[in-house]
């Protein structure tokens, strides 16, 4: 007998970094926290008190459209453009470990959550030591390796913004009481990259391109935009489909579950200085490019897209920026030109962009091959610029790098799938010719030892040839998997309303 529909999906009720471009983040706090055991009860009725704060889906909409509004004002007035409006956003979720402490225990159908994040880092790649009586040990800060029950994200315009807003969270879950009711694991900070590089991360290309669409939920979705069902990000919806395995296991979802998604998150190092050496070291030696040219062309291949969002697949040789900045150009591609399954001439197999959405690829599977390995990415950079003692040492003297975050109704599917089966797998895209296995994903694809790495393809006159990839320029130092629950869910099953006597300021 199958579960009944659900009720058509309410923006009001989802959180609001998941769907519509997420919460607006200039700056952006990652809050990790353990729930103190001695007052799990009090934390569950403090989160009442919270849950007004937490930013919809309809809220982040209607920001947006004033943010929109004021700039069309500004820019019939011929003014100078005002500083953005006070916005902030605030969304909390719940790792395995958080929910079995507040007592909810429910199946929830998604192992990779279940197990959490550490137990999976060998699968993933991560870099690391496996101890002869021990369990994998990988290269993680401590603080990732302690137990952490919930993340918190409070976004806004500003730091002083987004410090206020904080403060007014730690006043709720008195963090600072005699008796505090949670306590902070780590915060981390983040922000968009100011002037020309605004919406690039470190190593310079434009993120953020490739995010797919919702069905009913972006209306006007870009060319070459893959549109995906809601039950691909959002627990309960239609999409949200059977698990990976032979046969497919049925997700049973709890009632709770409906319109929640699941986070990923990843603290992803950059070394950019080392990355921009290899690229210097090694152009591309292609008639008519200069040096210099063949170094940007090699980065262009390996990311799959020039510094300006041009991809590779529509502008093979030469950048294109006002290609990349045409956002009715700039995802218009599917890796369906004639030399394009056969041939490495326009994109290289193992580029991170093909690697990790690899579009006509999976045609030969059916059109429902690739949909449910899609997944919402919502993070931000952090850390400083390179300052010229690192790029002229060509060496990472600060961190710096990509607070990871992304959304989907299924872990194994989804972000575990795309890193373990297609970054960190050599042989995918499949059915390549026997002469140019594709190799790793350069950008993200990984291996426990931190060993060479190769990839075929970078030059498109030598496609046979291996580029021998030294060293691994994102490096992952944390990490776990979490549930953002809907906002229902988080007043009528998360949230308690019974006082406690015991809780003192």
């Not at 729930?35 to 934390?43: K, L, R, T």
């Not at 262009?300 to 920026?321: E, N, Q, T, Y």
């Not at 895209?429 to 393809?457: C, E, H, M, W």
Request: aromatic share 8%; hydrophobic share 35%; net charge neutral.
């Amino acid at each position: 007998m199958s579960s009944p529909a659900p009720p058509p999906l309410d923006l009001r009720n989802v959180q609001g970094d998941i769907l519509a471009g997420g919460l607006p983040k200039k700056i952006e706090t990652c809050y990790f926290f353990r729930i103190n055991d001695a007052y799990v009860h009090e934390f569950r009725t403090q989160l009442g008190k919270l849950v007004p704060l937490i930013t919809s889906t309809a809220e982040v909409i209607n920001d947006q459209r004033r943010q929109l509004a004021q700039n069309k004002k500004d820019a019939a007035e011929k003014k100078i453009t005002r500083p953005l409006l006070k916005i902030s956003g605030v969304n909390i979720s719940f790792s395995t470990k958080g929910l079995k402490k507040m007592g909810i225990t429910d199946e929830i159908g998604d192992t990779a959550f279940d197990t959490g994040m550490l137990a999976g880092a060998k699968d993933l790649g991560d870099i690391g030591t496996s101890p002869p009586n021990g369990p994998f040990d990988p290269d993680w800060i401590p603080a990732f390796k302690q137990d952490i029950d919930g993340l918190i994200l409070i976004t806004g315009d500003s730091y002083a913004t987004v410090a206020e807003k904080l403060a007014e969270i730690e006043k709720i879950l008195l963090v600072q009481a005699r008796n505090p009711i949670i306590h902070e694991v780590i915060r981390l900070v983040g922000d968009v990259r100011s002037g020309k590089v605004k919406g690039h991360e470190h190593f310079g290309f434009q993120d953020g391109i490739s995010n797919p669409a919702v069905a009913d939920v972006d209306a006007n979705p870009n060319p070459g935009q893959q549109v995906i069902p809601q039950g691909i990000i959002l627990l309960g919806r239609p999409g949200d489909a059977p698990t990976l395995g032979t046969p497919p296991v049925p997700v049973t979802r709890p009632p709770w579950a409906l319109d929640g998604s699941f986070l990923s998150f990843r603290y992803l190092f950059q070394l950019v200085p080392e990355f921009n050496t290899f690229l210097k070291n090694n152009p591309i030696p292609i008639t008519g490019l200069t040096r210099e040219q063949g170094s940007e062309l090699l980065g262009a291949r390996l990311v799959g897209r020039w510094k300006s969002g041009a991809p590779v697949d529509l502008a093979p040789l030469h950048d294109d920026p006002a290609l990349g900045q045409d956002p009715l150009r700039n995802n218009n591609f599917h890796y369906t030109f004639p030399d394009d399954q056969q041939t490495q001439t326009r994109c290289p197999f193992a580029a991170h962009l093909r690697k990790t959405n690899p579009r006509g690829d999976l045609d030969q599977f059916g059109p429902n091959a690739l949909p449910p390995h899609r997944i919402i990415r919502s993070g931000i950079a952090f850390g400083p610029e390179v300052s010229a003692v690192e790029a002229a040492s060509e060496k990472t003297h600060l961190p710096r790098g990509l607070l990871f975050i992304a959304y989907q109704s299924n872990i194994e599917k989804g972000f575990q799938f795309i890193q373990q089966s297609w970054s960190n797998t050599i042989k995918f895209p499949p059915n390549k010719p026997a002469n140019q296995i594709p190799g790793f994903d350069p950008i993200i694809g990984q291996t426990n030892d931190g060993g060479v790495r190769t990839l075929s393809g970078t030059n498109p006159n030598n496609q046979t040839a291996n580029l021998n990839l030294l060293k691994q320029w994102v490096v992952p130092k944390g990490g776990e998997y979490f549930f953002s629950p809907s906002i229902p869910a988080l007043k009528e099953t998360f949230a308690l309303t019974e006082p406690s006597s015991e809780l003192k300021s």
